[in-house]
């Protein structure tokens, strides 16, 4: 998706948790139990998509072409439910 130059950038860190498993095959009952989601913490810019209400979308590239059109790289999409904190880093 492009669009103009005019877009505002809002730089944010999203943290979030990130679903997690059990290495090998078979775990003990201790491995099950103690098993925690991972806290992951990404910094980017925030992608505001008005059509999609469960997902947060950053990314951390993008470039500007001849014509003012914006193209983006190194995109992220986190569904909101996974989302701890959203804070907003243009100060």
Do not use: R
Request: charged content about 20%; aromatic content about 8%.
């Amino acid at each position: 998706m492009n669009t103009t130059t005019s877009t505002i950038l809002n730089k944010v860190l999203v943290s979030w948790y990130d679903i997690q498993s059990c290495e090998g095959a078979w775990s003990t009952h201790k491995e099950v139990q103690d098993l925690k989601l991972a806290e992951c913490h990404t910094i980017g810019y925030l992608f505001t998509d008005h059509n999609d209400k469960s997902l947060i979308k950053i990314f951390s590239t993008y470039s500007i072409d001849a014509n003012g059109t914006m193209d983006y790289g190194d995109v992220t999409c986190i569904p909101k439910a996974c989302v701890i904190n959203i804070e907003n880093l243009n100060n």
